[in-house]
């Protein structure tokens, strides 16, 4: 029996862009969901159990349970009915946090339900999996969140071209603040879709994806206090639609205050989590400062 994951991730830059076609520069961080099969020789239905989240069910396709559903739309994607086994995981991220907890959670059973099935751990098969729960969940996904949870590493993801990894010359440190409200993805997508219009040329979506190129252009040449200036922009165009709170504006001031190069919000927004990039010597500041808002924050080290 082994045990698989799914990787939790942060997007630097280009959310809600990356759905019209942008490009988004992506992370894997060094926490996630581990999942392992184990069976249930007497028979019994598909389970999943994950004592960290209190998630506790059975696959289902009528479930009111979204994960029930997600878990069923799993099985059926990979072809692999519904065999009697308990997948029991851990997680390292909270859920609904805007770390991809739930493409985590998808690639990490459906690499756990192949081993069952003694199939191979095929990239395409387990990505197109769980694919099928991030629809189920989430409306229209752009895929980026089952990329990083696949593959790892970080890189820059565009719809039609898939996830292009990069190198980093180091490790980037980032500061990861879960803000611990609550908030759907699918309804922040809805937002942006009303604010634009769903416009693809957009100047907000358009200048979202700006950000990414010249965002990671930085990082490649290891010029932090550029990546940081891109982060505060694109922070303020994702205000600009709808997608901040005060509390995400404020856990983002308090992070500059504190000397981080920037901050903003990442992932779907209206809730979730924040990230800062800090000069080493001002971390602890960042992290003080958040945890004064009651957040605390963490250290992820990607690429
Ligand atoms: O999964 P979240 O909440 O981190 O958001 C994903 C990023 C979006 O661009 C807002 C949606 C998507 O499918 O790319």
């Known amino acids: 029996m082994t045990t698989h994951v799914g990787w939790g991730k942060i997007i630097l830059l280009g959310e809600h862009a990356v759905v019209y076609g942008y490009p988004a520069l992506a992370a894997a961080i060094d926490r996630g969901v581990t999942v ?3 069976p249930t020789p007497k028979g019994g239905p598909l389970r999943l159990d994950i004592p960290a989240w209190d998630l506790k069910v059975t696959a289902a396709s009528t479930s009111d349970h979204p994960v029930a559903r997600s878990l069923a739309a799993i099985a059926d994607a990979l ?3 519904r065999p009697a086994v308990s997948l029991v995981g851990d997680a390292q991220i909270p859920p609904g946090a805007g770390l991809g907890s739930s493409a985590a959670l998808a690639v990490a059973v459906a690499r756990a339900l192949l081993e069952h099935a003694q199939r191979p751990l095929d990239t395409t098969t387990i990505t197109t ?3 099928a729960s991030e629809q189920l969940l989430h409306g229209r ?3 980026i969140d089952v990329a990083i949870a696949v593959a790892g590493g970080i890189g820059v993801f565009r719809r ?5 990894r990069i190198t ?9 603040g879960p803000s611990g409200s609550p908030r759907s993805t699918a309804a922040m997508v809805e937002r942006v879709a009303e604010a634009t219009h769903s416009v693809v040329g957009d100047d907000r979506l358009v200048e979202l994806g700006a950000l990414t190129d010249t965002g990671t252009t930085a990082l490649l040449a290891g010029d932090l206090p550029a990546l940081g200036a891109a982060l505060d922009r694109a922070h303020a165009v994702l205000a600009g639609l709808g997608v901040s709170t005060p509390q995400l504006d404020s856990l983002c001031d308090a992070a500059r205050n504190a000397g981080a190069h920037g901050a903003k919000l990442t992932g779907a927004g209206g809730g979730g989590a924040v990230i800062a990039i800090a000069p080493r010597d001002r971390e602890a500041d960042v992290l003080a400062a958040w945890r004064a808002a009651s957040v605390e924050g963490f250290v992820a080290r990607v690429g």
Do not use: D, F, I, K
């Open 36 to 38: 392992a099969p184990v």
């Open 79 to 81: 072809g692999v009915g």
């Open 129 to 131: 999996a769980a694919a």
């Open 141 to 143: 996904p752009s895929g």
């Open 160 to 164: 039609s071209a898939g996830l292009r």
């Open 168 to 176: 980093l010359p180091t490790p980037l440190r980032v500061l990861v």
